[in-house]
C-alpha cells in the first residue's frame, strides 16, 4: 500500500466516530479480508481478533500485550500499527476504567501466592532397602539359573580348586626338583678328581643283599646302616663319614644298603623315592624344608625325633 493510501486511511479512521476496534473492523471488511486470514498472518488467535473489533477488554490480556497485538493488526491493515495500538489503549482506559490492566509494573502479588502449599511429601526408601532388593534379586535369578541349567557351583569351585592345587603342587616339584639338580650337581672341576674314586665309592656303595641285614658284625661296627628300596626312578647324593659326596641314580624296585660309622647324608631328587630301614627299623622318608631336596642326615635327624 503507498503512502497516500496510509494517510487517506488515518484520516478515515480519525473522522469516524466509532471505536478503534470498530474501525479496524471495517477496514478488514473493506479489503475483503476474513479473521481467518488476519490469524493466520499474524499468528493472533481469533479469540483476540475479536475482542479487538468488539472492544471486549476485559477479554484482552494486559496492555503491554495488547498493545503488541494491536500493532500487528494495524501494520496487517497499511496503517500506522504503534499509533492505533496508543489510540486503542487510551479509548480502554477511558471506556473501561475499571478493567484491571494485570500489568507486569504494577501487578501485585496476592499473599496467598506467596504462601508455600502443602504438597504430598514423596515415600522415602533407604539405599539399604534398595540394595537388599537388589541382593534378592541377584540370588533369585542366580538359583533359577542354576535350577535351569542342573549347574553346581559348589562342586564346580571344589573341582576348579583342587585342579589349581595340583597344578601348584607340579610348579613347586618342578622347581624343587631342577634346583636340587642344580645344588646338588658336582662341579666339573671336581669331576675329574672323583673319576679316579668311583671305583672305590661304588664298592663301598654297592648294594648289600637282603640277608646280611642281621648280620652282627656290621651291628657292631657300622652304627648306621641304612637300606633303601626305591619305588621310583631316584638321583641320589651320598655321603658316609668323611668321604667325598657321591652321586648315583637309582632305578624303581632296586634295593641298595649304606653304613657309616660316625655320619651318614643322603639326598634324594624327589620326594617319597623309596621307603627306609635304618637298623632293620622302618624310617620316615625326609620331607622337604624350605623348598630343598629331602635330606636325611644321621645322626641329626635320630636326635631331632
Known amino acids: 500500500m503507498s503512502s497516500s493510501d496510509k494517510r487517506l486511511s488515518r484520516k478515515q479512521v480519525d473522522e469516524s466516530k466509532s471505536t478503534v476496534g470498530q474501525q479496524l473492523r471495517r477496514l478488514r471488511r473493506e479489503k475483503d479480508i476474513s479473521v481467518e486470514v488476519v490469524a493466520e498472518a499474524t499468528k493472533i488467535s481469533i479469540n483476540n481478533i475479536h475482542a479487538i473489533e468488539e472492544s471486549a477488554f476485559e ?110 603342587q607340579k610348579i613347586f616339584s618342578g622347581n624343587d626338583q631342577q634346583k636340587t639338580d642344580m645344588e646338588a ?32 658284625a656290621d651291628q657292631s661296627q657300622f652304627p648306621y646302616r641304612l637300606t633303601a628300596h626305591f619305588i621310583h626312578d631316584s638321583s641320589v647324593v651320598v655321603t658316609i663319614d668323611n668321604q667325598e659326596p657321591t652321586r648315583k641314580k637309582y632305578t624303581t624296585g632296586e634295593v641298595v644298603r649304606w653304613r657309616a660309622i ?38 641329626d635327624d635320630l636326635l631331632d625325633q
Open 59 to 168: 477479554k484482552l490480556p494486559a496492555d503491554t500485550f495488547v498493545r503488541g497485538l494491536v500493532t500487528l493488526y494495524g501494520n496487517f491493515l497499511g496503517i500506522n500499527g504503534r499509533e492505533i495500538a496508543a489510540a486503542f489503549l487510551a479509548e480502554r482506559k477511558i471506556i473501561s476504567p475499571d478493567v484491571k490492566r494485570n500489568n507486569l509494573t504494577t501487578k501485585k502479588i496476592s499473599s496467598s501466592t506467596l504462601t508455600p502449599k502443602k504438597l504430598a511429601e514423596p515415600a522415602h526408601v533407604s539405599s539399604a532397602t534398595v540394595a537388599l532388593l537388589l541382593l534378592m534379586v541377584i540370588v533369585l535369578s542366580f538359583t533359577g539359573f542354576c535350577l535351569y541349567t542342573s549347574w553346581n557351583p559348589v562342586a564346580f569351585l571344589s573341582r576348579q580348586t583342587n585342579n589349581m592345587q595340583e597344578s601348584i
Open 262 to 299: 660316625q655320619r651318614l647324608k643322603v639326598v634324594f631328587d624327589a620326594p617319597k623315592a623309596a621307603t627306609l630301614i635304618l637298623n632293620n627299623a622302618p624310617l620316615t622318608f625326609p620331607s622337604s624344608q624350605n623348598r630343598q631336596p629331602p635330606t636325611l642326615q644321621l645322626p
Open 185 to 216: 650337581a658336582i662341579p666339573l672341576e671336581e669331576q675329574n678328581k672323583e673319576d679316579n674314586t668311583t671305583n672305590k665309592n661304588e664298592e663301598k656303595l654297592q648294594a648289600t643283599p637282603l640277608k646280611n641285614l642281621h648280620d652282627d
